[in-house]
């Protein structure tokens, strides 16, 4: 049987730390950007490996770390030039499945959160862990996220 897109958003909400309605504005700043959200694993086992080209994964998160810097810093890099073919998001403490299972794709990186991980041809190439992200502002940032998008070709 194939759960209806509402159900699976209220089975997906129900494992998070925080309640929904406070989250969901962090969410839509990156979701405006154009990322599209992965709330369960098996979304990001359909979207991120194997892929051809390349993919910009942001692990959101509620601290004051992904709302002051990351995020502002990510919407900064993504209005300054090439962007990546496909911009993904998982919500740390919020979608527990979708963010460990992105997550196990980050190998050699232990789980910080904000994370921003850069994949080409199915490969990571390019990590920003928090503390690279909490010592910076946000046009810091988005200027080492431009240098890695010229570097891995986005």
């Known amino acids: 049987m194939t759960q209806l897109p509402i159900m699976r958003q209220a089975a997906a909400a129900a494992q998070g730390m925080y309640d929904e309605a406070f989250v969901t504005p962090m969410r839509q700043e990156l979701v405006r950007l154009g990322f599209e959200e992965l709330r369960t694993a098996e979304e990001v086992d359909a979207k991120l490996p194997g892929q051809k080209g390349t993919t910009l994964v942001v692990v959101n998160s509620i601290c004051g770390c992904a709302a002051g810097r990351a995020r502002p810093g990510v919407a900064l890099a993504l209005q300054r030039g090439p962007r990546p073919q496909r911009l993904l998001t998982v919500f740390a403490g919020q979608d527990r499945e979708a963010t460990t299972r992105a997550r196990s794709y980050f190998e ?6 904000p994370q921003v991980a850069l994949f080409r ?3 990571l190439v390019f990590m920003m862990q ?4 909490e010592g910076r502002d946000a046009p810091e940032i988005a200027e080492h996220l431009v240098e890695a998008f010229a570097k891995y070709g986005v």
């Open 108 to 113: 050699g990186h232990p789980p910080t959160s």
């Open 121 to 123: 041809d199915g490969r």
């Open 130 to 133: 928090r503390q690279e992200i």
